[in-house]
């Protein structure tokens, strides 16, 4: 029965149902009929924050004139005639593992707007804001263990809303600090002096007591004890949960291996690394957000601020990326663990006046890796410029409907805003990319 339905009949007094207890069942319905037979069982996104330049990385134009093709060569791959940029190295040993989308397109060029529609595969509204992929997994999905379901590692980027219309307790869960220190450890999630286990549990019942006599003084709308406290008791509570992102205890030449310690400022390596523990304990979703690839000027600094520097943005991804494939494929993983590389937009095709590239949602790359994805080939392509789609573009709407299916989720589902309208998961129109699956 519809949700309006029952308001207008009153069933839910009639029926002796809280509203609390009809989310409940409503969520379980829509977890039921969304359910496909999944490839992937989690999926780690790395967000390049800013725009990443496909023409330095998966989509480089060796032919082209200087000015489009830019300071920096490219090299080939283990798949026969495919090339990438120079920094991708190792990336380029393991392409038999990855696929390429190189047709990426969309009329989004502003960070905010572009990243919206990349992570939920949903144009910016008015007049409502759309979840990520990672809330709208954390929903349908039954949560396994005391670990959240959507994590970002070290935070979320800012400029999107990650519940979107749904609860904020399946927004990402924001471990913050910095994975490259010795002494790594998730904020918050060691007792404050003065407080132990004994007294937290006191205030969890003060506080579910409290919840009770709402829930009595108005039995029609009960109110279950605040999610978020309820996921940061469990993890205070449970040691095993907080050994998670405990990241010293992984082999030294592992970590040197994503990328540890090195000069500057970069973390994605640490956090490949984090988010590959996380998946590994039944966490659906981590996000890997690596900042500073809106390159305006100096485009040569995505390979290395100097020349004495090996942390620049381009072979700290290669790094990352490539020993994150492996490393899943080595524990048996890869198949079960569905790795996205993606940002905003693209770059443009010519090098401007400051020697960097500006804003370019026309035309970009994203990569993929296991989780059922066909390795070893490249979807689409773009023109001699890397200016505008050739063959199959490919929206971000379909990108999100491919990833959902593939994470066992029928992009049809319908989800229920708080007013009870329902919304499907990617708009109509939107269609699974065949070859990647």
Same mark, same amino acid.
């Given at each position: 029965?519809?949700?309006?339905?029952?308001?207008? +009949?009153?069933?839910?007094?009639?029926?002796?149902?809280?509203?609390?207890?009809?989310?409940?069942?409503?969520?379980?319905?829509?977890?039921?009929?969304?359910?496909?037979?999944?490839?992937?069982?989690?999926?780690?996104?790395?967000?390049?924050?800013?725009?990443?330049?496909?023409? =330095?990385?998966?989509?480089?134009?060796?032919?082209?004139?200087? =000015?489009?093709?830019?300071?920096?060569?490219?090299?080939?791959?283990?798949?026969?005639?495919?090339?990438?940029? =120079?920094?991708?190295?190792?990336?380029?040993?393991?392409?038999?593992?990855?696929?390429?989308?190189?047709?990426?397109?969309?009329?989004?060029? =502003?960070?905010?707007?572009?990243?919206?529609?990349?992570?939920?595969?949903?144009?910016?509204?008015?007049?409502?804001?759309?979840?990520?992929?990672?809330?709208?997994?954390?929903?349908?999905?039954?949560?396994?263990?005391?670990?959240?379901?959507?994590?970002?590692?070290?935070?979320?980027?800012?400029?999107?809303?990650?519940?979107?219309?749904?609860?904020?307790?399946?927004?990402?869960?924001?471990?913050?600090?910095?994975?490259?220190?010795?002494?790594?450890?998730?904020?918050?999630?060691?007792?404050?002096?003065?407080?132990?286990?004994?007294?937290?549990?006191?205030?969890?019942?003060?506080? &579910?007591?409290?919840?009770?006599?709402?829930?009595?003084?108005?039995?029609?709308?009960?109110?279950?004890?605040?999610?978020?406290?309820?996921?940061?008791?469990?993890?205070?509570? #449970?040691?095993?949960?907080?050994?998670?992102?405990?990241?010293?205890?992984?082999?030294?030449?592992?970590?040197?291996?994503?990328?540890?310690?090195?000069?500057?400022?970069?973390?994605?390596?640490?956090?490949?690394?984090?988010?590959?523990?996380?998946?590994?304990?039944?966490?659906?979703?981590?996000? +890997? #957000?690596?900042?500073?690839?809106?390159?305006?000027?100096?485009?040569?600094?995505?390979?290395?601020?100097?020349?004495?520097?090996?942390?620049?943005?381009?072979?700290?991804?290669?790094?990352?990326?490539?020993?994150?494939?492996?490393?899943?494929?080595?524990?048996?993983?890869?198949?079960?663990?569905?790795? +996205?590389?993606?940002? &905003?937009?693209?770059?443009?095709?010519?090098?401007?006046?400051?020697?960097?590239?500006?804003?370019?949602?026309?035309?970009?790359?994203?990569?993929?890796?296991?989780?059922?994805?066909?390795?070893?080939?490249?979807?689409?392509?773009?023109?001699?410029?890397?200016?505008?789609?050739?063959?199959?573009?490919?929206?971000?709407?379909?990108?999100?409907?491919?990833?959902?299916?593939?994470?066992?989720?029928?992009?049809?589902?319908?989800?229920?805003?708080?007013?009870?309208?329902?919304?499907?998961?990617?708009?109509?129109?939107?269609?699974?990319?065949?070859?990647?699956?």
């Amino acid at each position: 029965m519809a949700r309006r339905d029952f308001v207008r +009949v009153g069933g839910l007094t009639a029926l002796g149902l809280g509203l609390g207890n009809f989310l409940g069942l409503q969520r379980l319905v829509a977890e039921s009929k969304a359910q496909l037979s999944p490839r992937a069982k989690s999926c780690i996104l790395i967000w390049l924050d800013g725009g990443p330049s496909h023409l =330095e990385s998966f989509d480089p134009k060796p032919d082209a004139p200087k =000015e489009v093709r830019g300071p920096m060569t490219s090299i080939p791959t283990n798949l026969n005639g495919v090339r990438l940029g =120079e920094c991708l190295e190792n990336t380029a040993a393991i392409m038999d593992k990855v696929a390429i989308v190189r047709s990426m397109t969309s009329p989004l060029g =502003e960070h905010q707007f572009g990243a919206h529609y990349m992570m939920t595969g949903y144009k910016p509204s008015p007049a409502l804001v759309y979840p990520t992929m990672g809330a709208t997994l954390a929903h349908l999905r039954s949560q396994i263990g005391v670990l959240p379901s959507n994590i970002a590692v070290p935070a979320f980027p800012n400029l999107v809303s990650g519940s979107g219309y749904l609860s904020g307790s399946v927004g990402p869960f924001s471990v913050g600090g910095d994975p490259r220190s010795h002494d790594f450890k998730v904020r918050d999630l060691d007792l404050y002096a003065g407080i132990d286990l004994a007294r937290l549990d006191r205030r969890l019942e003060f506080v &579910e007591a409290i919840d009770a006599f709402e829930s009595e003084k108005n039995a029609s709308n009960s109110t279950p004890t605040d999610p978020d406290l309820v996921r940061a008791y469990n993890l205070l509570a #449970n040691p095993e949960a907080k050994r998670a992102f405990t990241l010293s205890d992984e082999p030294e030449a592992l970590r040197h291996s994503y990328g540890w310690l090195d000069s500057g400022n970069n973390n994605i390596g640490q956090s490949c690394l984090l988010a590959r523990r996380l998946v590994e304990r039944g966490v659906p979703f981590v996000t +890997v #957000n690596s900042s500073g690839w809106d390159a305006h000027a100096d485009i040569i600094q995505l390979k290395a601020r100097y020349s004495t520097d090996k942390n620049g943005l381009l072979p700290s991804l290669d790094r990352a990326f490539s020993t994150l494939v492996r490393d899943l494929s080595d524990r048996g993983m890869l198949n079960e663990t569905l790795v +996205v590389v993606m940002g &905003e937009f693209g770059r443009t095709p010519r090098i401007n006046s400051n020697a960097g590239r500006d804003h370019w949602p026309n035309c970009f790359s994203v990569a993929l890796a296991g989780g059922g994805i066909q390795g070893g080939q490249v979807v689409g392509s773009s023109d001699s410029l890397g200016e505008f789609p050739k063959e199959r573009p490919v929206t971000p709407s379909d990108l999100a409907a491919t990833i959902y299916t593939l994470l066992g989720i029928d992009p049809a589902t319908e989800l229920q805003t708080p007013d009870g309208r329902p919304v499907r998961v990617t708009p109509d129109g939107s269609k699974v990319v065949s070859e990647l699956v």
